[in-house]
């Protein structure tokens, strides 16, 4: 049984950073994509951020420049550097895996509010 396990959500004032972090466990397949996803009311889940094992990243234009992500692969773990955070930025955050086998998997979510 994989698990997801997502932390490090909150309220910030804009302007300010915050950092997520997401662990994955149970997994039998490698985890080549590990990613983040967003979603705020009333709009559509959206993609973020991701990573392969490979070190590839690519982001959401909405992002670019203030977003890092990063990953341990020895320890399936996943982070969400986020930096000069706006209001627009305020969505329910998703850690998301994709293992060898294809398979998808999501965390329950982090609440992100940019608010002054």
């Known amino acids: 049984q994989v698990q997801l396990v997502e932390s490090g959500g909150g309220l910030v004032q804009p302007g300010g950073s915050l950092r997520l972090f997401c662990a994955a466990s149970?997994?039998?397949?490698?985890?080549?994509?590990m990613a983040w996803y967003r979603q705020a009311p009333g709009n559509e889940r959206e993609l973020v951020a991701r990573m392969h094992t490979s070190g590839l990243r690519d982001y959401a234009e909405s992002v670019e420049g203030r977003f890092t992500i990063s990953r341990d692969n020895a320890k399936n773990t996943v982070s969400l550097e986020m930096n000069s955070l706006k209001p627009e930025d305020t969505a329910l955050y998703f850690c998301?895996?994709?293992?060898?086998?294809?398979?998808?998997?999501w965390g329950q979510g982090t609440q992100v509010t940019v608010s002054s």
């Open positions: 998301n895996i994709m293992d060898s086998s294809m398979a998808e998997y």
């Open positions: 149970g997994n039998r397949y490698s985890l080549p994509i």
